[in-house]
């Protein structure tokens, strides 16, 4: 009777292990670990986990949503995600085939994310050079017709953004332009305006003073 409670205990215990830690993983793949966001004239913003794969996504104007129509994303890590909507916004002809066209990917970390209360710096370092690797990877695959600017933020930029209802990348345009002194754009147009013909018309004007060089 001892070696049989032994062993059913023995199991029990084998059992209360396995389904704590297979409830951690599905917690950490199930948490926001950083948003990605993309802007070309769609904007569209990606929530990622710590396994950088895509646990959802959001338009954040109306041509996000026509970009995103067809797409199934969810998922996908986010090199994948990210190439498939610059495909498809070249599809959809918001990027020409004539020229070099300009995108623009940022990465805010989560801050409520148990990565980031541990540790702030492991997760900007983390996140410093995934923005680097999706530079490398849309260049490749688009055969350098594609100019990618890529930067890490602080998560204080996505709170403005969301209080405007654009990206962070957006915002981070609308910050450096505001410190520049820039008299030429106003927020609304930065907000709105085509990524490519923005960085070719003003790029001296909004990203010459990276206000968020310290991330």
Not at 3 to 20: D, I, M, S, T, W
Request: with cysteine.
């Amino acid at each position: 009777v001892k070696k049989g409670l032994a062993a059913a205990l023995a199991a029990a215990c084998l059992f209360l292990g396995f389904f704590g830690g297979y409830e951690k993983y599905t917690q950490m793949y199930q948490e926001p670990y950083a948003y990605i966001s993309v802007d070309i004239n769609p904007s569209v913003e990606f929530a990622i986990n710590r396994f950088h794969k895509v646990i959802k996504v959001e338009a954040l104007n109306n041509d996000g949503v026509k970009v995103l129509a067809d797409l199934k994303i969810d998922g996908e890590t986010i090199d994948h995600a990210v190439v498939n909507i610059v495909e498809e916004a070249k599809e959809q002809g918001y990027i020409k085939d004539d020229g070099v066209g300009s995108v623009l990917v940022t990465a805010v970390p989560a801050e409520d994310s148990k990565e980031f209360k541990k540790s702030e710096t492991q997760v900007k370092e983390d996140l410093t050079q995934l923005v680097k690797q999706e530079e490398k990877t849309i260049e490749k695959e688009e055969d350098s017709t594609i100019n990618v600017t890529a930067k890490a933020l602080n998560p204080e930029v996505r709170k403005k953004a969301k209080d405007q209802k654009i990206s962070a990348g957006r915002q981070y345009l609308i910050d450096n332009a505001a410190a520049a002194g820039a008299t030429e754009l106003t927020p609304e147009e930065i907000a709105k305006a085509n990524i490519t013909v923005l960085l070719n018309d003003h790029g001296d004007q909004v990203l010459e003073k990276d206000v968020y060089a310290q991330f």
